[in-house]
């Protein structure tokens, strides 16, 4: 059933109707994305329903978490759609900022990143973790949630935000959905739409690769280099380049380097490219969901 969404593109009306919601006794609850939302994203929308009473979902292309040469221009916009689909899942606000809205002239501040941010995607996009962190504070602020949620996708995003959030004492509890798939096994994310159906085909070798790890890890593999095999055989005859397969402890996200054993719980991420699209995954061995 679809509940009427209120549109707000202002800052102060943002936090207006935030206050205005906790003063009628509503929790706040808070999905931040960057729009050409799939069923990953109305999960997550669906998880912070269980948190919290008045829901607020961004829609925001953040343009500080994209270097020069990546697809800030390219990248898909369908507000209108999008809207039409959180409306169907009890959005109760969508915030739909300009860009001069978040950054309007003069400002300047950015939330410095550390150790988590610097393994992973931040080697090869240094300057992402800064942009995201940045926004989320900002967008924290405004919106004040008691609960955001993030996807697992975006492991690394997640573990930053989170750090972020306890290094800041941020008064948000951030809350991690598992990674929501297509019937064949593909991370749903926006950039698939980039995908021709050839491509589409290839970029099904990372979760192959994740199955064929997580299916050694059961049956007693704890040799991270090759468990790292596995994974990295799968994805690099198939795509056009490879960012990283790594096998890396799901907290600290730290490399666990060959000939060291992985322990109860090992974190294997994977990013590459197929044709022009860049595509994260991972999967965490060891834990469910
Ligand atoms: O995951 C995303 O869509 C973005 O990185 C986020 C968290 C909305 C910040 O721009």
Known sequence: MSTRVKIVTGAEELRHLCNEARKRGESVGFVPTMG?????HLALVTEAKKHATFIVASIFINPTQFAPNEDFAAYPRDVENDIA???TVGVNAVFTPEASTIYPPGEETRVRVGRTAAPLCGISRPHFFEGVATVVTKLFNLVGPCTAVFGKKDYQQLAVIRRMAADLMMPVTVVGHPIV????GLAMSSRNRYLSAADRERALSLSRGLAKA?????EGERRSETLRSLVDDEV????????????????TLVAIQAGQPVGERALVAIACRIGATRLIDNEVLGENG
């Open 85 to 87: 689909k959180l409306a």
């Open 236 to 251: 690099r005859v198939a795509s056009d380049s490879v960012d990283y397969v790594e096998i890396a402890d799901p907290e």
């Open 214 to 218: 997580s299916r050694a890890f059961k």
């Open 181 to 184: 798939r297509e019937s064949d």
């Open 36 to 40: 050409a939302l799939h069923a990953g």
